[in-house]
Structures are given as structure tokens and as C-alpha cells.
């Protein structure tokens, strides 16, 4: 529970900081955090040997341009 809470503040921290900061905004940096901290947590439950334990991504990549 504290950590669905957790990583969606981290989610909407984003919002909040573009308010803020106006034209000086750098992009993404929270929700990049959010995302790494469910990868880490996830990774932590598969390595502490939880079962079915699953985790996906949208990596943009420009090696198939087709894609």
C-alpha cells in the first residue's frame, strides 16, 4: 500500500513541478524516478524469490525504424 502511494506521488510530482518552474522546467526527472523505483522494487521481489513476479516497458529506441 505505502508503496502504490509512494510511486504515485512521485507519478504527479511532474505536474507540480512544470507549474513551479515554468519555462525552466527540465522534463520528466520524477516520473523517470517513479518508474526506476517500481523497476527496483519489482527486481527486489523476483530476486527475494516472490513468485510471478512480472515487469514491463516501453523503451523508445531508434535501432529499428520501423518500429
Do not use: W
Request: charged share 20%; proline share 4%; aromatic share 6%.
Amino acid at each position: 500500500e505505502h508503496e502504490r502511494i509512494l510511486i504515485n506521488q512521485l507519478k504527479n510530482c511532474d505536474m507540480d513541478l512544470e507549474e513551479c518552474a515554468g519555462d525552466s522546467y527540465a522534463g520528466p526527472a520524477m516520473s523517470s524516478g517513479a518508474a526506476a523505483a517500481r523497476f527496483i522494487t519489482t527486481l527486489a521481489r523476483a530476486l527475494s524469490g516472490e513468485p510471478d513476479v512480472t515487469c514491463c516497458a516501453y523503451v523508445r529506441s531508434n535501432i529499428m525504424p520501423f518500429c
